[in-house]
């Protein structure tokens, strides 16, 4: 299991699996008031959460599908990346895609992190690429069937 580093400035428990085979843990807000979305606003939402990812690591911050599905509320930059050098609080950037007012609340869940290994790249300037089936075709063209 991956150890990961974490400071918990906040007043609710640590992000965890809800079962043995869940990939991502609920980010819980930590707020001193109650913060009102209004529709296609979006704020950014702390958790008190700081953390030391290991270096070959990030953190994908992912909208809650209930929450998406109910009330039109989701990650804007969906997903979020947290980098393995970052050591700022985590916050959310949601914006409320629905037409109505929508108050998030201290404590309640607000989206998913899923902890993820990466690889760093590294170019290699060619003049001609291999050849595939697909080639070139891009958005939409095997159709919609």
Same mark, same amino acid.
């Given at each position: 299991?991956?150890?990961?580093?974490?400071?918990?400035?906040?007043?609710?428990?640590?992000?965890?699996?809800?079962?043995?085979?869940?990939?991502?843990?609920?980010?819980?807000?930590?707020?001193?008031?109650?913060?009102?979305?209004?529709?296609?606003?979006?704020?950014? *939402?702390?958790?008190?959460?700081?953390? /030391?990812?290991? =270096?070959?690591?990030? !953190?994908?911050?992912?909208?809650?599908? %209930?929450?998406?599905?109910?009330?039109?509320?989701?990650?804007?930059?969906?997903?979020?990346?947290?980098?393995?050098?970052?050591?700022?609080?985590?916050?959310?950037?949601?914006?409320?895609?629905?037409?109505?007012?929508?108050?998030?609340?201290?404590?309640?869940?607000?989206?998913?992190? *899923?902890?993820?290994?990466?690889?760093? /790249?590294?170019? =290699?300037?060619?003049? !001609?690429?291999?050849?595939?089936?697909? %080639?070139?075709?891009?958005?939409?063209?095997?159709?919609?069937?």
């Amino acid at each position: 299991m991956l150890q990961v580093k974490i400071i918990n400035k906040g007043h609710h428990p640590l992000p965890a699996y809800a079962t043995e085979q869940s990939a991502g843990m609920d980010l819980r807000a930590n707020l001193d008031e109650p913060i009102v979305l209004r529709p296609m606003q979006r704020a950014i *939402v702390k958790t008190g959460l700081f953390m /030391a990812l290991p =270096a070959g690591y990030e !953190a994908q911050v992912r909208p809650r599908s %209930g929450l998406a599905l109910k009330h039109g509320i989701t990650v804007l930059n969906s997903p979020g990346t947290i980098d393995a050098d970052y050591r700022g609080e985590i916050g959310v950037l949601l914006i409320n895609l629905s037409d109505r007012d929508f108050t998030v609340n201290d404590g309640e869940r607000i989206a998913q992190m *899923v902890i993820a290994r990466h690889e760093t /790249a590294e170019f =290699a300037i060619v003049d !001609a690429l291999d050849e595939t089936e697909r %080639g070139a075709g891009g958005y939409g063209h095997t159709g919609v069937k």
